[in-house]
């Protein structure tokens, strides 16, 4: 699976959009994106992920670039609840040769939101 | 909705001591997860379960085993433990055999060994 990258750290202002990038130059045309995140010492939680497509759920958006080296996460309207450690990760599905579904998680980025 | 349920929640061993963990997944669920998070640290993959047999193996110690039941749960049993082993250690399931990478943690497992 690719490498990702991620910045350590980033602030981000009650309510406004929290906008999280990471880069991925050396993703594969059939590597998926996935976000997780964790709010301190639970259990990590799945947000959305896409392979080429902007996808959104109830939960964040996930901007792609069209070359597919790097994506976005964003939070429309961050809350304090949402601070925690976003992981971004580039996983190849089984069909196409990938492990068991097992994810790889590297260094995230920790997002403090501040009221 | 029903979770991911691990027990216990808390833990505390000596060194040299055995220990067990164990995890339930979501109800048709077939496939299970194991990761050990280390103070500080990024959760770590152990070891995973699709159908009963080990599909992935991960930084798992030589003094670490696990299985998955034919009711789906999985126990992950460790022994000799050491001080390092002290950790969260997180189960998380999926259908049909993670295909997804759609992952359901559980809230974990908290190992501490004096």
């Known amino acids: 699976d690719a490498k990702t990258t991620q910045p350590p750290s980033m602030d981000c202002a009650e309510g406004r959009a929290a906008n999280l990038p990471c880069n991925h130059s050396?993703?594969?045309?059939?590597?998926?994106v996935y976000w997780y995140r964790q709010i301190h010492s639970q259990g990590p939680q799945y947000i959305i992920h896409?392979?080429?497509n902007n996808e959104t759920n109830e939960m964040a958006s996930l901007i792609i670039t069209e070359d597919r080296k790097s994506s976005t996460l964003i939070l429309p309207h961050a809350t304090l609840r949402d601070t925690a450690v976003y992981y971004c990760?580039?996983?190849?599905?089984?069909?196409?040769?990938?492990?068991?579904?097992?994810?790889?998680f590297g260094k995230g980025t920790k997002l403090s939101v501040k009221p | 909705a029903a979770g991911v349920i691990q027990s216990p929640r808390h833990l505390i061993k000596e060194k040299r001591e055995t220990a067990t963990l164990k995890c339930y997944p979501i109800?048709?669920?077939?496939?299970v997860y194991w990761y050990q998070q280390g103070p500080g640290q990024d959760p770590q993959f152990l070891i995973s379960?699709?159908?009963?047999?080990?599909?992935d193996k991960g930084s798992i110690p030589d003094r670490f085993s696990a299985q998955q039941f034919s009711d789906y749960h999985s126990e992950l049993n460790m022994s000799s433990l050491e001080l390092g082993d002290s950790a969260l250690y997180f189960c998380?399931?999926?259908?049909?055999?993670?295909?997804?990478?759609?992952?359901?943690f559980g809230e974990g497992s908290r190992l501490t060994v004096l």
């Open positions: 109800p048709r669920h077939d496939t």
């Open positions: 990760i580039a996983r190849k599905p089984l069909e196409y040769g990938g492990s068991q579904g097992n994810l790889i």
């Open positions: 896409g392979l080429k």
């Open positions: 998380a399931s999926t259908p049909h055999g993670g295909n997804t990478g759609e992952l359901f």
């Open positions: 379960f699709y159908e009963k047999m080990q599909s």
């Open positions: 050396t993703i594969s045309g059939n590597e998926y």
